[in-house]
């Protein structure tokens, strides 16, 4: 019998029993493990350096939300982020709000992606392990979410984890 007294061990509640299917498929823990993997290895090449943990939070909700990923579609490499922000108001004001309601989920995904080694943890930086296999499955949506998170990876290479949270309203 296990110290706690308990015949079985307690059951943790992931809310997995309450969403819809589709919500499900967009919350799987081996999608944000595999848009996070895009994006660290993106920032990795360009900062030289891994994806701050607390930047998982913004590229979850950013490249999982449909509005934010076509107004991100248009953008370049070349465009800032600062720019992206200041003509996209409407898709910024509900951000807070959309990266708070997905915290269970990124911390789902991160637990994953370390956990299957597709991510390593140094310091507070994730480093790509595994390279997602050249060719995913044929779904425009799925190549749409891993591709903006490739640009996002790559924009927030540029910008200081601290100026990224305040021009989005949100705190880590």
């Known amino acids: 019998m ?3 007294g308990q015949i079985h061990a307690p059951t943790i ?3 997995w029993a309450e969403r819809a299917p ?11 493990a595999c848009l996070l993997s895009a994006a ?3 920032h990795l090449k360009r900062a030289l350096s891994g994806l701050p943990v607390a930047l998982s ?12 990923r076509q107004t991100l579609t248009a953008m370049t490499v070349r465009t800032h982020l600062r720019t992206w922000v200041e003509h996209n108001p409407m898709v910024c004001v509900g951000f807070p709000e959309r990266a708070q309601d997905l915290v269970p989920v990124v911390r789902q995904g991160l637990r994953f992606a370390l956990r299957h080694h597709v991510l390593d943890l140094s310091g507070d930086a994730l480093l ?5 296999p050249h060719r995913i499955p044929e779904h425009p949506e ?7 998170s490739r640009l996002l990876g790559r924009w927030l290479a540029v910008n200081d984890p601290a100026t990224v949270f305040a021009m989005l309203g949100v705190a880590p």
Request: aromatic share 4%; no cysteine; glycine share 2%.
């Open 22 to 32: 589709v919500t499900d498929a967009m919350y799987n823990p081996a999608l944000i």
């Open 13 to 15: 509640d992931t809310g």
């Open 40 to 42: 660290a290895e993106t």
């Open 57 to 68: 939070f913004i590229v979850t909700p950013m490249a999982l939300h449909r509005n934010t």
């Open 128 to 132: 790509p392990q595994s390279r997602l």
């Open 2 to 4: 296990p110290p706690t």
């Open 142 to 148: 799925l190549e749409d979410i891993l591709r903006i």
